[in-house]
């Protein structure tokens, strides 16, 4: 089932492009948690997630042990993903046509059960030294895995956040969460094979270079980090209070320099 999204009316008044802030980093990292605690205090004008950009099972990649990959990059109709950015960029409003096939009854639980998360002292916080920070500048969020792969989709963002996180993290999470798989696909998203060999096979495949020694759960390549602009979590397996808080910290650095 899809569900439309408003293209009619602009989303944004401002002649300037918003300010876009970017969460990738591994399936099941926390980068969705993240992004609906952030969504409640930067009121961003919109937001694009690349699990909207999904192919149908029968395009989907299969890996040499007979999978279907739903986790790789080839999994997303990637140029269409960068249009759709591109044009909400421009025009103030998402594509015409553009649907998610995410449920906004859902969206709205998980971004409840998120925010409770974190205390509204924090959160309140949070959304003062955002407001300080970006003087009144719109800002979007784009959110996905493996988006940094992608030269361009960088260049599109002001601010790259990589939520890097362990295997035994990932697993679990992927493991317990609520939504993954269906009938019909007998619930393959959380098997053991699958999470070796798709999601966390995938995150080692194409994220290797960001690390020392190719080693993801290891130190990041600083050099690379700094020169490519990607702001990597400070450390493995984070909390949500202190993910969001570093998440704040580095929007509000990127957001004075660019705005102030």
């Keep these: 089932m899809s569900f439309s999204a408003p293209s ?12 876009t802030i970017a969460l990738s980093g591994c399936a ?10 952030l969504h409640t205090v930067l009121h961003p004008v919109f937001t694009i997630q690349q699990d909207d950009f999904n192919k149908e099972f029968a395009d989907l990649p299969v890996r ?26 421009r025009t103030g409003r998402l594509p015409p046509g553009f649907t998610s096939w995410q449920d906004p009854a859902q969206v709205a639980v998980e971004r409840a059960l998120a925010v409770g998360r974190i205390s509204e002292a924090q959160r309140k916080a949070a959304a003062a030294a955002l407001d300080a ?15 940094y792969q992608d030269e361009e989709i960088r260049r599109m963002a002001d601010v790259k956040l990589f939520l890097r ?7 679990y999470r992927r493991m317990t969460r609520p939504g993954y798989g269906d009938p019909d696909t007998k619930d ?73």
Excluded at 28 to 37: D, L, P, R, V
Excluded at 165 to 171: L, P, Q, R
Excluded at 235 to 249: I, K, N, Q
């Design 8 to 19: 009619t009316e602009p989303l944004s008044s401002s002649p300037s492009p918003p300010f």
């Design 28 to 37: 099941s990292a926390g980068k969705s948690t993240t992004m609906h605690i």
């Design 64 to 89: 040499p042990n007979g999978l279907l990959d739903a986790d790789a990059v080839e999994s997303t109709d990637i140029p269409r993903f960068k249009a759709a950015v591109l044009h909400a960029q």
């Design 133 to 147: 920070a970006r003087r009144g500048r719109e800002v979007a969020v784009i959110e996905g895995w493996l988006l």
């Design 165 to 171: 996180t362990s295997k035994a993290a990932a697993k």
């Design 188 to 260: 393959f998203w959380r098997t053991e094979e699958y999470f070796e060999e798709c999601v966390w096979g995938n995150y080692v495949r194409n994220s290797a270079g960001w690390f020392v020694g190719g080693d993801v759960e290891g130190e990041p390549d600083e050099e690379l980090c700094r020169r490519e602009g990607v702001a990597m979590r400070p450390s493995l397996d984070m909390s949500v209070e202190e993910t969001f808080e570093w998440a704040v910290g580095v929007i509000c650095e990127a957001l004075e320099a660019k705005v102030g």
